[in-house]
C-alpha cells in the first residue's frame, strides 16, 4: 500500500509540473519514453509516460523503455524514500533491477530530481 502511494504521489507531482512549471516544460520537450516502477511479481506498480511535452501515467507494467523492478513493495517503498542513497543501497545487494534502456532511464531520474526539489 505505501508503495502504491509513494508511486501515486510521485505521479501527482509529475502532473503538477508539467502542468505549472515552464521549465519542467521545457525539460520534457523532444525526450518521449515510458518509464516503469514495479515489483518483481507485476502485481504493484505505475507507468509514467512523457510524450508530446506532457505527462500521463498507467498500470500498463509490460510496456516500457525502461523499468525499476523492485524485489517487493516493502523494500521499493523503504528504498526509494530514502532517496538516491536508498536505491544505490538497493542495486548493490541486487533487490532492484534495471531493465531497458539506460538513457530513458537516467533521463527519468533528472525528471525525479527535478520535480523533487
Known amino acids: 500500500m505505501r508503495f502504491s502511494l509513494l508511486l501515486a504521489i510521485l505521479s501527482s507531482k509529475f502532473k503538477k509540473a508539467a502542468d505549472q512549471n515552464k521549465d519542467f516544460k521545457k525539460f520534457l520537450m523532444g525526450h518521449e519514453c515510458a518509464v516503469v516502477i514495479k515489483t518483481d511479481d507485476n502485481r504493484k506498480g505505475k507507468r509514467f509516460i512523457f510524450k508530446d ?16 523492478v523492485w524485489s517487493d513493495a516493502k523494500t521499493a517503498f523503504n528504498a526509494m524514500r530514502k532517496g538516491k542513497e536508498g536505491i544505490t543501497h538497493a542495486l548493490q545487494n541486487h533487490q532492484v533491477a534495471i531493465e531497458g534502456q539506460i538513457h530513458s532511464f537516467t533521463w527519468f531520474g533528472g525528471a525525479i530530481n527535478f520535480v523533487m526539489q
Open 53 to 68: 511535452g506532457r505527462f500521463s501515467s498507467d498500470a500498463v507494467l509490460d510496456q516500457f523503455d525502461a523499468a525499476m
